[in-house]
């Protein structure tokens, strides 16, 4: 199985700074369509997930681009240039190319 | 508007068996594929099953936890997609979500909750 590692585990930023989140894959995540199905997700508290990225960097129309998506391979990263009030909660990168799909073990935001 | 709607959940004891359902709409539910998602409580998410189209003979893969407990089904006539779980265990205990692949919406959750 493809096992995905998301760093740090936790953050604890105030408004305005930046957030970085790494996930890292034990493969390729690049498919034989040449894609690469590497997706973030958010959870809020007490909420379901909602959908931030696609395919690394492909930004779902709703999401502000104060968030960003990058990498190849096995490294990828999730950006946000200026944490809002409204972007706390668990963040979980999970890959789409692989069966079994596997996810993140999540990041949890919190507001300093 | 894209709507999942999942329904089924409930208090079962070990061994025993439950089926979930996702009533979905908004979309062309016969050309996507469908994923369950589980959460234990406090945990972060799993990957339950998948079951791909009619294009692809319906095609069903699932996580190593639940194969051979669990059978991931559709119906493209009521744009549903169900999750029947039989022999269900302790670890079973989680809300479930159905999800479109690639994971752009999601339903609100089903709690399922498996103790003796």
């Known amino acids: 199985d493809v096992v995905m590692t998301q760093t740090p585990v936790s953050l604890s930023l105030a408004i305005g700074q930046p957030a970085s989140i790494s996930c890292k894959s034990s493969?390729?995540?690049?498919?034989?369509?040449?894609?690469?199905?590497l997706n973030w997700i958010l959870q809020r508290p007490g909420q379901s997930p909602k959908r931030l990225i696609y395919?690394?960097?492909k930004l779902y129309s709703e999401v502000p681009d104060r968030f960003s998506g990058s990498g190849s391979e096995t490294e990828f990263t999730l950006k946000i240039s200026r944490v809002e009030a409204e972007d706390l909660g668990v963040y979980y990168c999970?890959?789409?190319?692989?069966?079994?799909?596997?996810f993140g073990g999540g990041t949890k935001l919190e507001l300093k | 508007e894209v709507q999942l709607v999942e329904t089924g959940g409930g208090l079962v004891r070990p061994g025993s068996s439950l089926k979930l359902s996702c009533a979905t709409s908004?979309?062309?539910?016969?050309?996507?594929?469908m994923n369950w998602v589980r959460q234990a409580p406090g945990k972060g998410l799993e990957w339950v099953a998948l079951?791909?189209?009619?294009?692809?003979?319906?095609?069903?893969n699932y996580a190593e936890s639940v194969k051979g407990r669990f059978t991931i089904s559709r119906d493209d006539s009521k744009s549903r997609v169900y999750l029947q779980m039989n022999t269900l265990r302790d670890q079973d205990t989680a809300t479930y979500y159905c999800?479109?692949?690639?994971?752009?919406?999601w339903g609100q959750g089903v709690m399922v909750t498996v103790s003796s």
């Open positions: 395919q690394v960097s």
């Open positions: 999970w890959q789409g190319t692989h069966f079994p799909r596997t």
């Open positions: 493969q390729s995540l690049l498919g034989t369509s040449g894609k690469t199905f």
């Open positions: 999800t479109r692949s690639p994971g752009d919406y």
């Open positions: 079951i791909k189209d009619k294009y692809s003979n319906y095609e069903a």
């Open positions: 908004g979309f062309t539910f016969s050309n996507t594929w």
